[in-house]
């Protein structure tokens, strides 16, 4: 078993940034990519960036460029640094386990944490 706890969301003004946490414990040993997923009201979760245990990364269009995906290995955590965010990144913010298996692709294994919300006023 893996728990994911999500933390660094709040309120923020178009423009600004934020820099979300998700620490991992339990059997990080089994865990190989880690991700990034939104959900915004009516809306299906969609994933934002994903980064391999060996470091590549996969981003979103509508974020790339302006989020950063990094993992800490040693302390089983990962970022998403968030910047020049847009009133549309509103959503709560999930991080996931799984695998990245090609440029574009990347499948969860089932572990999520609880989710940390995100607001950007305009």
């Known amino acids: 078993q893996v728990q994911l706890v999500e933390s660094g969301g709040g309120l923020v003004q178009a423009g600004g940034s934020l820099r979300l946490s998700c620490v991992a414990s339990?059997?990080?040993?089994?865990?190989?990519?880690m991700g990034w997923h939104r959900q915004a009201p009516g809306k299906q979760r969609e994933l934002v960036a994903a980064?391999?245990?060996?470091?590549?990364?996969i981003y979103a269009d509508s974020v790339r460029g302006r989020f950063t995906i990094s993992r800490d290995y040693a302390k089983n955590i990962a970022y998403l640094q968030m910047n020049s965010l847009k009133p549309e990144d509103t959503a709560v913010y999930y991080c996931?386990?799984?695998?990245?298996?090609?440029?574009?692709?990347?499948?969860?294994?089932?572990?999520w944490g609880q989710g940390t919300q995100v607001t950007v006023s305009s």
């Open positions: 996931s386990t799984g695998t990245v298996y090609t440029s574009t692709t990347y499948a969860t294994s089932g572990y």
């Open positions: 339990g059997r990080t040993v089994s865990i190989n990519g």
């Open positions: 980064i391999s245990r060996g470091g590549s990364t």
